[in-house]
């Protein structure tokens, strides 16, 4: 009986995760697996009636990932460049800073003639934006990369950093410092290719953007 009812709290666990995680990708997977855990559950308790609801909820979440994994919509993306005094940037960042200070809590927009800065369009949403400036011959530092909730499952990332990284070498850039005080940044970081480096005490994050056969010695 305690594994059961293990079981049953680690499925509504589950499930109310799903209710407040903000990506789409996790939430789905989410909620297959607390359903399934509540089939179980319901089966073990002989509770029929719940049962059959369970089973319903558990073959529709199942539906949707399979749906997420079989079915790849074509998207379009673009970058599309913005001036940092741009009325519309700074709307975007003032409606996200209260998120924006939690992962750059000392950022600030560079005012210099080296800033790189660009909205990421999905489907011509201004899903994500992207500001840089020249920290040395050849490397950006990373002031902001930011993607809205709703988006935030690493294709603009992708597209940013592997698909368009042209866009950064054909400017002679070959690479990206930045900083990280928040765990999910940095494990963002670390998933798009950023690797840490400890200078001065200091922990940046290094992204080599040359293909790995031109950034081998």
Known sequence: MPQLNLMGW??????????LTQS?????????LGTLLFVVYTWQLRLYPLLA????????????VMRVHTTQPQEFFQHFDVATDSTYLKLFLDFHQKELKEIYPDYSLPRDESVIAF??????VPAGIFVASEME???????????????????IARYMYEQQADFFLKR???????????L????????????ARSIEGRVYYVKDLRPHEAASP
């Open 137 to 155: 011959p050849h490397v950006l530092y990373v002031h902001v990369d930011f993607v809205i909730p709703r988006y935030r499952d690493y294709k």
């Open 53 to 64: 609801v369970c089973i319903l909820l558990a073959l529709v979440s199942a539906w949707y």
């Open 184 to 195: 999910k940044h940095t494990r963002y970081l670390n998933k798009m290719g950023f690797r």
């Open 172 to 182: 002679g850039y070959t690479t990206l410092w930045t900083v990280s005080r928040q």
């Open 119 to 124: 909205f990421v369009l999905r489907n011509l």
């Open 24 to 32: 789409l990708f996790s939430r789905r997977w989410l909620a297959m």
């Open 10 to 19: 680690t499925a509504a666990i589950l499930i109310i995760f799903s209710l």
